[in-house]
């Protein structure tokens, strides 16, 4: 199996709410789109967000667990810069992000923050200095 991920998908509460936030606020750009059930964005050179409507996602998928608090994992947007990071916050603030956490400086040398999407679905963005943080720059 090759080391990647190809898709990356996210089941969602409201579909026109998210594609509202990711297309409309975000400024992103679908490449698929079919009504009331997915939207399909190309998130990197080989990788696709896919926002699909929570019904059809269980029927496909199965049982969606529930419970308080945030999902146990977080996608990132990593940037050049610190500035960067400071207005991808602002930009996704300005779409309707809430929570949106602001950025502070981290222990391991990055300087990241977050926001929350229509489901609650956390983002990083980060500017991380290090090599790792490099290769995944555009």
């Known amino acids: 199996m090759d080391q990647r991920i190809s898709f990356l998908t ?5 579909l026109a709410a998210s594609r509202r936030f990711y297309l409309d606020g975000l400024g992103w750009h679908a490449s698929v789109e079919v009504e009331g059930d997915v939207v399909m964005i190309k998130a990197g050179e080989r990788l696709v967000l896919s926002l699909w409507d929570r019904g059809h996602f269980e029927a496909e998928v199965g049982t969606i667990a529930t419970g308080e608090g945030v999902a146990p994992f977080t996608i990132a947007h990593n940037v050049a810069t610190r500035a960067e990071v400071d207005a991808v916050l602002a930009t996704a603030r300005a779409a309707g992000a809430d929570p949106v956490h ?3 400086e981290r222990a391991w040398g ?12 956390r983002w990083e963005v980060a500017f991380n200095p ?9």
Request: aromatic share 14%; no cysteine.
């Open 10 to 14: 996210l089941a969602v509460r409201d």
């Open 102 to 104: 602001e950025a502070e």
């Open 110 to 121: 990055g300087y990241t923050g977050y926001f929350g999407d229509p489901d609650g679905y």
């Open 130 to 138: 290090g090599p790792i943080g490099q290769e995944v720059l555009p």
